[in-house]
């Protein structure tokens, strides 16, 4: 497992954000004390978000293994999929587009 003072432009780490969400991002710059992942600078020393509150600081990781950044690769993009279904707007398909729909969820 890498540490936060080894890491280099491009190495992924893993975002530690608000409500338990996480997500696998690139850094992108790495200055002497900050490393700079999706626009957000966070300190090398303890991997926690410059300026954030302290009860809701975003926080980074560099992953222990490439098993646990695909997982939560996976489980980033299971949110998304699960969001943008629930906000989907089917008013304008047909009933027997949306019984097949229906039925592939498992209803009658």
Not at 6 to 20: E, S, W
Not at 82 to 103: A, C, Q, S
């Amino acid at each position: 497992m890498k540490e936060l003072k080894d890491l280099k432009v491009g190495d992924k780490v893993i975002i530690y954000g608000a409500y338990g969400n996480r997500d696998v991002s690139a850094v992108e710059r790495i200055t002497k004390t900050l490393v700079v992942v999706k626009g957000n600078k966070y300190r090398k020393s303890d991997g926690f978000r410059c300026g954030s509150v302290l009860f809701n600081s975003d926080r980074i990781e560099a992953p222990k293994d490439e098993e646990q950044k695909k997982r939560i690769e996976l489980e980033y993009r299971k949110k998304i999929i699960i969001h943008r279904i629930r906000n989907f707007n089917l008013n304008g398909y047909p009933i027997d587009v949306l019984e097949k729909i229906y039925i592939e969820l498992g209803g009658n």
